[in-house]
């Protein structure tokens, strides 16, 4: 396990004990890293507080990454409070539900600007904030969380699958942009987990089983192998590591027939 002791991370995507952001915070938290999470909606502000609650002195923001507002004013909460920053973990991402069931073809011009806006946009928008703060530290690492549906087509993973190719392109232009600060940009794709996003795609529990069937592993992936491999990718480990796609889906991604 990386020592991330004296590390002040940002952590966006957190909406309750299964989220893939908060086993990543856990493992960072347990690291030694001191956390920032953010809440979306007052709705999610109760729960975000309580998981908070559990770890050491955590700084607790607002942050709607549909909101340049939002997303600007944690520029200066982290300064003020951390004086830089070494991580930011982007854990968010929405399409509205009809995007997820009706065919791709039906998508609607806002469903796709939506899905784009918040699942892609907010990572370019999130990591320009975070860049000054991390070039404070000698450089930082951004990771952010993708799935092989921006690749391949999976039953009603739709506009998200577009959006996340748009996430994908993001880490490798985001890399360029800043490598030279020695802030590295890299994603996880993970293999399916039931999170309160996943349960927003119709059919999700066959995705699971068709991931048991096949994959070399022949089995699913589980949280705390998630937030292993972004413990990697954080840390110093992964120093020459960035615009990277990091599968982690117990090999399903290498299957063909
Ligand atoms: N669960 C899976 O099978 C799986 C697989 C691969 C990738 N992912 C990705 O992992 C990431 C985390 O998802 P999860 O599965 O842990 O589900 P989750 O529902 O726990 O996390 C999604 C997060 O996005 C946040 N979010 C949505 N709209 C937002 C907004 N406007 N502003 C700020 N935050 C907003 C939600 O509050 C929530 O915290 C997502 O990018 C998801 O696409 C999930």
Known sequence: MPDFTGKHGLIVGVANKRSISWAIAQAAAAAGARLALTYPSERLEENVRELGATLENPLILPCDVGSDPQIE?????????????????????????????????????????????????????LT??????????????????????????????????????????????????????????????????????AAGISGFSNILQVYRDRAPLRRNVELAEVADAAMFLLGSGSRAVTGEILLVDAGYHVTGI
Request: aromatic fraction near 8%.
């Open 73 to 125: 004013a944690l520029g200066p909460a982290l300064d003020r409070e951390f004086g830089g920053l070494d991580f930011l973990l982007h854990g968010a991402a929405f399409a509205p539900p009809a995007e997820l069931s009706n065919p791709f073809v039906q998508t609607s011009r806002e469903g796709f600007r939506i899905a784009l806006d918040v699942s892609a946009y907010s990572l370019v928008a």
């Open 128 to 197: 320009r904030v975070a860049a000054p703060l991390m070039e404070k530290r000698g450089g930082g690492s951004v990771l952010t969380l993708t799935y092989l549906g921006s690749q391949r087509v999976f039953t009603n993973y739709n506009v998200m699958g577009v959006a996340k190719a748009a996430l994908e392109a993001s880490v490798r232009y985001l890399a360029s942009d800043l490598g030279a600060k020695n802030i590295r940009v890299n994603a996880i794709s993970a293999g399916p987990i039931k999170t309160l996003a």
